[in-house]
């Protein structure tokens, strides 16, 4: 026993008027006509904290460019072709060239990190080399204070000593 399945073309849903985003529109109005209302109020209303009315209005249309930017965004259309490369669907013809960029890109990003392995330090220690067990180290303290006088002390023996604040 067979059935027969009619499925239909899949097509873009078209949006009149304000576009998809229909929230995202309506709150960028709305914090407009607050925003306008409180300077308004703040400019002929007469009041002593006359300041304040007028920079939070202009605080409030600022706010409402937060929802102008969700609704431009929302309503960006983007073909379908170049969405592709987006959800892991790659063009043949650029499949090649695409391969080869990142086996470059590998094996000189493997490479760097094992050059920083061989000089015996890894990439987020910068450039200290910690000293071998047998060998002996200068250590030159310098330390300068708000008078500008610098106090400079060299230990030749590998002493560590504490400094006290």
């Given amino acids: 026993m067979s059935t027969s399945i009619q499925v239909e073309p899949l097509t873009e849903r078209t949006y009149s008027g304000v576009g998809r985003c229909k929230c995202s529109f309506w709150f960028a109005v709305a914090h407009d006509i607050l925003g306008v209302l409180i300077m308004m109020v703040g400019a002929f209303g007469g009041l002593a904290v006359h300041d304040l009315f007028i920079y939070g209005g202009a605080i409030v249309i600022f ?38 960029v990142r086996r470059m890109s590998d094996r000189l990003s493997s490479g760097i990190r094992t050059s920083f392995r061989r000089n015996g330090r890894s990439g987020r220690e910068g450039n200290v ?6 060998q002996q180290t200068s250590t030159e303290v310098s330390l300068s204070t708000i008078y500008n006088t610098t106090f400079t002390s060299s230990s ?3 002493m560590r000593e504490t400094l006290a604040i």
Avoid: A, C
């Fill in 156 to 158: 030749k023996e590998g």
């Fill in 63 to 100: 706010f409402s460019l937060i929802w102008w930017v969700f609704w431009y965004s929302g309503n960006i259309d983007v073909p379908p072709e170049e969405l592709e490369d987006d959800v892991g669907l790659t063009k043949l013809r650029r499949h090649g060239l695409t391969r080869v």
């Fill in 129 to 134: 080399k910690p000293p071998h067990s047998g």
